[in-house]
């Protein structure tokens, strides 16, 4: 990692430390990536834009402006800049702001001099695959795939490029927009390189924990992995989303409530972790709580399919059949045609009683997987929803041979028809699963 000298400032990049003639000087965390930010763009103006995208890649709503003015404020009083006359952090109207302070950077080689902008760039392509991977639909996905890949490229020796990677991967995987096989090779790849270069890395630690959780169902070192990175970064809303999820899985649901509502408090705006929280109410069966926090996502992000989807299935739970169907359409209205959205649009048809629109939409599935990958997963949620335990059985069967992420949610009320079925009971024992007491 580099370390900066301007004035009688130095900056520690790896260890997030900022000193004047050798003594620390308290910075919080936002000024100092904005100071990070700066320097690696040193004599450039760096746009607000580029710094909201960089300060908040989880988030896509919310009072930037204010967080950003704040932030260069705390930074200005830090360093004992002006804005009238700046020594250090030009503003540029209507554009963003500049360090105008020679800049010496020295790289771990010991090597001196002026700073190359690979860092940034780097930086911002990271973030812009944040951004667009937290947006959960499948072209955002693909993209930020991309994203993440110049970000190795720019920067091979971090590991978070390669973190990215296999969280975009295992996405795709989860969500049954790619084959499970594939999706989490490409995932394990990636994650076991970040850790490789990052021991310390709570993104690495995360990316990994999910595979373990995803694909190998090897319960015991996904926790040790996601108790590692919130060990190493308490406040990495991801990996207390994805940790809730297999506690939630394991019938942990006091645990895994606490862990959602840590994961909302470190992260209010992202989109993925408020559509997601909705879930563990519901795996915990509080449908009520369930349908709130399902409502507030959707008037947070009214754009986002998944809001829409956790707030169909919670509707649905709380016996509210009308109202999960206008929803579950409208997630497939945005999130297009994929399994994820029609299955649970089809179960919510049957539970309204029009069962001649669940089953063309079941039928439509079915056609779709002739000539296109249909995740098993999400026809066996179809097929329970229009009352065909045989087939549903059959399909579950072919989710846990395939290794589908989501039959970790065998025990979601979706199947609670099923539970008096030995054929369900044994899925449950073959994934390891606790058989669901309610």
């Known amino acids: 990692m580099a370390q900066w000298r301007f004035g009688v400032f130095e900056v520690d990049a790896a260890s997030g430390e900022l000193r004047k003639r050798g003594s620390r000087m308290a910075l919080r965390d936002q000024p100092l990536r904005v100071l990070l930010t700066l320097l690696e763009q040193a004599g450039r103006v760096v746009s607000r834009d580029q710094l909201r995208v960089l300060l908040w890649p989880d988030q896509t709503y919310g009072d930037f402006d204010d967080g950003i003015n704040k932030a260069i404020s705390e930074l200005r009083r830090t360093l004992g800049d002006s804005l009238v006359s700046p020594r250090f952090v030009e503003t540029i109207t209507k554009?963003?702001?500049r360090f105008i302070c020679p800049v010496q950077c020295e790289t771990g080689a010991g090597a001196a001099g002026t700073l190359a902008p690979v860092l940034a760039d780097a930086r911002l392509a990271y973030a812009t695959g944040r951004y667009l991977w937290n947006r959960r639909t499948t072209p955002d996905l693909y993209q930020s795939i991309g994203y993440f890949e110049q970000t190795v490229e720019l920067d091979p020796v971090s590991g978070l490029g390669d973190a990215g990677l296999a969280d975009a991967h295992a996405l795709l995987g989860i969500w049954g927009m790619r084959d499970p096989h594939t999706?989490?090779?490409a995932s394990r790849q990636a994650a076991l390189r970040a850790?490789?270069?990052?021991?310390?890395l709570a993104e690495a630690h995360t990316a990994y924990a999910e595979v373990l959780k995803g694909y190998e169902w090897d319960w015991t070192s996904a926790e040790r992995h996601y108790r590692r990175a919130l060990?190493?970064?308490?406040?990495?809303?991801?990996?207390?989303?994805?940790y809730a999820q297999l506690l939630a899985s394991l019938g942990r649901h006091a645990d895994a409530i606490r862990h959602v509502e840590r994961a909302r408090h470190a992260d209010p705006a992202s989109p993925a972790i408020t559509a997601f929280a909705p879930y563990i109410y519901l795996a915990a069966r509080q449908y009520e709580?369930?349908?709130q926090h399902a409502q507030r996502a959707v008037t947070l992000e009214p754009l986002a399919p998944l809001t829409h989807l956790y707030l169909g299935r919670a509707y649905l739970c709380a016996n509210r059949h009308a109202e999960a169907v206008t929803s579950l359409r409208r997630a497939r209205a945005l999130g297009g045609p994929e399994g994820l959205w029609e299955a649970a649009l089809c179960f919510a048809e049957a539970r309204a009683g029009d069962l001649s629109a669940a089953r063309v939409t079941v039928s439509g599935l079915v056609d779709r997987a002739r000539h296109a990958y249909v995740s098993p997963f999400d026809l066996g949620i179809a097929f329970t929803g229009i009352g065909d335990h045989d087939a549903a059985l059959s399909y579950l069967e072919r989710a846990v041979q395939e290794r589908v992420m989501r039959v970790i949610m065998l025990g979601d009320p979706e199947f609670d028809r099923l539970r008096a079925d030995a054929r369900y009971v044994r899925l449950l024992k073959t994934v390891q699963l606790p058989l669901p007491c309610h």
């Open 231 to 242: 060990a190493l970064r308490p406040d990495y809303a991801t990996a207390h989303q994805w």
């Open 195 to 200: 850790l490789k270069l990052a021991p310390d």
């Open 289 to 291: 709580r369930a349908v």
């Open 183 to 185: 999706a989490f090779a």
């Open 95 to 97: 554009r963003g702001y």
